[in-house]
């Protein structure tokens, strides 16, 4: 196994992390571009920490999804970003949303299930749509009769909302906090439309 020095170890993985199609994890790492020389886990963690660091202050960070490392620009920066494709980002229905949710949440979760909660039937084009986009995936059937299919996210739907477990789903705190929050913002806003009598 040949030796590498730090320099050149923190420019090979910032190279690979930047030029991967895909999230890239520490093991893909040592497997690949690392694979001719002989760098511990403990180092490679460390470099890895560091180039977090780096981008920190930039428009460009260094995070960590489910899948592994990749670079991605700031989400407070999208709004400007947006503006550089011409297409529009899909706009998806509250129904796909409500079913992706319920399956986020409860998962590993039956068709059913998701019809019970919601209160209606679960058009078979949402559960295509969530299966191509790689969101969601069959994990298994259910035993109960029937043995209906089962349906659980995939690494895909985390990487793509930019988590790294499914631990960093806001909890249903934060989603009541959210809506008390733009309840109040409305309220101000019909406030603040009102005529005066003056």
């Known amino acids: 196994m040949k030796k590498i020095n730090t320099a050149q170890l923190k420019q090979l993985v910032e ?5 991967a199609e895909k999230p ?58 947006s503006k550089l ?23 590993p979760i039956t068709r059913g299930e998701i019809e019970q909660v919601r209160g209606v039937a679960v058009s078979s084009n949402i559960m295509k749509t969530l299966t191509e986009r790689g969101w969601v995936s069959l994990v298994g059937h259910k035993e109960v009769p029937g043995r209906p299919a089962l349906y659980a996210t995939t690494k895909t739907f985390l990487d793509y909302f930019s988590l790294s ?17 733009e309840q109040s913002s409305s309220s101000l806003k019909v406030l603040n439309e009102a005529p005066s009598n003056q």
């Open 85 to 107: 494709w011409q297409e529009n980002a899909p706009k998806y229905s509250r129904a796909m949303l409500e079913t992706l949710a319920l399956i986020a949440y409860r998962q």
């Open 165 to 181: 477990s499914l631990s960093d789903l806001p909890s249903a705190d934060a989603f009541e906090t959210m809506t008390e929050n």
């Open 15 to 19: 190279a690979a992390i930047f030029v």
């Open 24 to 81: 890239i994890s520490k093991q893909e790492l040592k497997d690949s571009v690392l694979g001719e020389f002989e760098v511990a886990d403990r180092t490679l963690s460390k470099i890895v920490n560091e180039l977090q660091r780096d981008y920190q202050p930039r428009g460009i960070q260094l995070v960590e999804v489910a899948s592994g490392y990749r670079f991605q620009s700031l989400d407070a920066l999208s709004p400007w970003l």
